[in-house]
């Protein structure tokens, strides 16, 4: 089997998308050759079987330019029988791209889509899909019997429990955030919690952090609205904004924490809370999904959306929990994730879809 996977970045240290980089590494594992086309790309350690290319974003290449390459890389595979299938990541305008060549060499095109919204490009995208790779049945936001249910690729083997950095510092117990500064982050609702639990409720041997970088001018924008926030309720002392972190140090920042928030109501899985779990943290979230397995914990660490008192009745609980009490639920959610997220198993499932896709078509490699 020979991949074309299509995608905007592949460096491991990326704060955004640096996991990019270990799918690939999964994948290759799988397969027999793997060339991946990317808009830009950093630091990167590939195996032997992996051919990157770069579209030429980072050198100032222009949208033409971009596609020129993009172009002559999938002629040339498609031409010379070293594909079998298109693997177009998160953007439906790759699928598109690629439809000429689909119909043309018959190459199948197998996406990964992990979003809760549906635009114009995914709709304009999915007549020239056959086979779509997601986290789980909520998502994909469109219904078609064309989706596959694959799980996240969580690298289990890094993400894990440590003993030698595990947890805060003795006095304080820390309450980790991590990713991208946005609106859509509802970091408001975690300084409302933080003001009842510290100003109303007293509890003081707290800390919350908050990892991550803004990306557009709104999202500046929010994080500046998020600072105002915070030393306007007196709370600048138990908040802090470390900005962007690399993807390989996001385990080591994952392991110094005590419990991982997230109030991003989720249409799905989500790559950061699953990766925080996999580090044996215990998260409180507003999305149901994440305890559909685990209903006795249900009712301490999930809350309702933009509900910042009921975050903050989960957060005061959470205090409450001993260290003995806070690993053994951190091992049951890491269990979980291994078995039905880690990417060496995920990338199986992913491969098998690309053999479901090709409909028994011969491999290029044969």
Same mark, same amino acid.
């Given at each position: ?193 933080? !003001?009842?639990? =510290?100003? *109303?409720?007293?509890? %003081?041997? +707290? ?10 001018? #709104? ?120 078995? !039905?997220?880690? =990417?060496? *198993?995920?990338?199986? %499932?992913? +491969? ?10 011969? #491999?290029?490699?044969?």
């Amino acid at each position: 089997m020979n991949v074309l996977f299509i995608t905007q970045v592949v460096d491991r240290a990326d704060d955004n998308l640096g996991a990019v980089h270990g799918w690939i590494s999964a994948l290759a594992g799988e397969v027999d050759s793997v060339h991946v086309l990317a808009l830009r790309t950093g630091q990167v350690e590939l195996p032997r079987n992996v051919q990157l290319h770069s579209m030429g974003k980072d050198q100032g290449r222009g949208k033409l330019g971009q596609w020129r390459v993009l172009n002559s890389v999938a002629a040339g595979l498609c031409l010379r029988r070293q594909v079998d299938v298109f693997f177009p990541h998160m953007v439906p305008l790759y699928a598109l791209l690629v439809a000429p060549y689909r119909a043309a060499f018959r190459v199948p095109t197998v996406m990964w889509y992990a979003h809760n919204s549906a635009d114009l490009r995914l709709k304009s995208a999915l007549p020239f899909v056959d086979r779509i790779a997601s986290v789980s049945e909520d998502s994909f936001p469109v219904k078609t019997d064309r989706l596959r249910v694959v799980g996240h690729g969580v690298d289990t083997a890094l993400f894990k429990p440590s003993g030698t950095d595990a947890g805060s510092r003795d006095d304080l117990v820390s309450f980790l955030s991590l990713g991208r500064i946005s609106p859509r982050k509802e970091l408001d609702t975690l300084v409302s919690a933080a !003001e009842i639990l =510290v100003n *109303r409720w007293e509890c %003081r041997a +707290v800390e919350f952090v908050v990892a991550g970088a803004p990306l557009a001018t #709104s999202d500046h924008e929010y994080l500046g609205q998020l600072k105002a926030r915070v030393r306007d309720r007196g709370l600048e002392g138990y908040f802090r904004f470390t900005g962007g972190i690399p993807h390989s140090e996001t385990a080591r920042v994952l392991r110094r924490s005590d419990f991982f928030v997230n109030m991003h109501v989720e249409g799905g899985l989500g790559k950061a809370v699953l990766e925080a779990m996999s580090c044996g943290l215990p998260a409180i979230v507003s999305t149901p999904t994440y305890y559909e397995r685990f209903p006795e914990y249900a009712e301490r660490f999930l809350f309702g959306p933009r509900d910042p008192e009921a975050l903050a009745v989960r957060m005061r609980s959470a205090l409450r929990m001993t260290p003995p009490q806070r690993q053994a639920v951190g091992q049951e959610l890491r269990d979980w994730v291994v078995e !039905e997220h880690d =990417v060496r *198993r995920q990338m199986s %499932r992913i +491969v098998r879809v690309f053999h479901e896709a090709r409909g028994g078509l011969p #491999s290029a490699s044969r």
